[in-house]
């Protein structure tokens, strides 16, 4: 009996270790370009008050489409909730440059609404740096008000989750405000944006650098090597494998006025570029129905992100159709605002149940 109990335990442990090297060498197989993540669009983003999505749409045909209250309607939980409850492996933040500091701790369009504080009085928002908001004056509510706190969020979670699938930040530079755009809005007191230059972007570097230790970010260098560029090391050696990628945070710029920032490999953040570059690693590709089958010839050579929905409309109408499209397209950085049903709109939910699902073949 004894023999027989030892017989079933050496099975029990030899089908165990078998599972477990299996796993070992199917890990080992798949390539950082192989899996396909859950991202959240604008992060940081709160719901704005009531009160000035109802002013906004009273007001919606002087301030631009963009600025439609019906696609501002939506806000997401903290980035460590995210990360945590809903599997988000990547995430979105809007920025602005306050070069003295208070450039936004008042909200203009406040002045208009009865009841509405004007000043927001944020510990963040009274010092020099990278602010995190989406629309200057208008679309101001945020979890995070400075980039900084957003970072070192995500940094502390990588750091105690040291085994987590790669994680994509993607930062838009947002050096246009719609006091740029608006004769009208600049007459009523709104603020233009501070234009970024290639100083602004040294200090971003440092600021990513400052946060983010040298085995957590993946940097251009990393992935150029000792090539000539991106795409030869690509095209000569291969991606790198996940198992080398875990761990590891990738940052990528997108925006205004990044043809600023030098993309060859010798600074610590990607740019999402064109093919023509030959040191684009990422491209942007927000509308999968009509890029389906291009995005996925691009996905052998790039990481494309593309959208699963967009200002709210897709969840207003329960349109999966276009979270389909990004589905079949391959794309391996999926973004949207829904990983969590809003009631107010209804039961419209992004999910892909795991920390990343495999890209077809």
């Known amino acids: 009996m004894k023999d027989v109990f030892i017989y079933f335990v050496c099975i029990f442990l030899l089908t165990k270790f078998t599972s477990v090297i299996s796993f070992s060498q199917e890990t080992k197989a798949l390539y950082l370009n192989d899996i396909r993540i859950l991202a959240s669009h604008n992060s940081y983003k709160k719901k704005p008050d009531a009160k000035v999505l109802k002013f906004l749409a009273k007001v919606k045909n ?22 945590n409850d809903f599997m988000i492996r990547g995430f979105e933040f809007d920025i602005y440059y306050d070069s003295k500091g208070r450039k936004f701790d008042k909200r203009k369009i406040n002045s208009f609404i009865f009841g509405m504080k004007k000043k927001s009085n944020a510990e963040g928002l009274q010092t020099p740096g990278f602010k995190v908001l989406h629309i200057a004056d208008i679309d101001y509510e945020t979890n995070y008000h400075t980039l900084e706190d957003a970072l070192e969020e995500l940094q502390s ?33 709104f603020k233009r944006a501070t234009k970024f230059t290639a100083s602004t972007f040294n200090l971003l570097d440092s600021l990513v650098k400052s946060i983010f230790a040298p085995d957590q970010l993946f940097t251009p260098s990393q992935m150029k090597k000792n090539y000539s560029s991106i795409r030869e090391r690509i095209n000569k050696e291969g991606w790198p494998l996940l198992s080398d990628s875990r761990g590891k945070v990738f940052i990528i710029l997108e925006g205004d006025n990044i043809d600023l920032y030098d993309n060859k490999g010798e600074r610590p953040l990607f740019v999402y570029g064109d093919q023509a570059d030959v040191n684009t690693l990422f491209l942007l590709r927000n509308d999968p129905i009509d890029n389906e089958i291009q995005i996925n010839k691009l996905t052998d050579e790039y990481i494309v992100r593309t959208r699963t929905d967009a200002g709210t409309l897709e969840a207003r109408a329960n349109n999966y159709e276009r979270f389909n499209a990004a589905l079949n397209s391959n794309a391996q950085i999926l973004s949207t605002d829904y990983y969590k049903a809003d009631p107010a709109i209804g039961n419209f939910v992004i999910r892909i149940g795991k920390e990343f699902i495999f890209r077809k073949q």
Request: charged letters at 20%; one cysteine or more.
């Open 62 to 83: 002087k301030i631009g489409e963009e600025n439609n209250p019906i696609q501002l309607e939506y806000g997401h939980e903290l980035l460590s909730t995210q990360l």
């Open 157 to 189: 979670w990588s750091e105690r989750n040291p085994m987590h699938c790669p994680i994509f930040i993607n930062i838009e530079i947002k050096a246009t405000s719609p006091a740029d755009l608006s004769s009208f809005l600049r007459f009523l007191g």
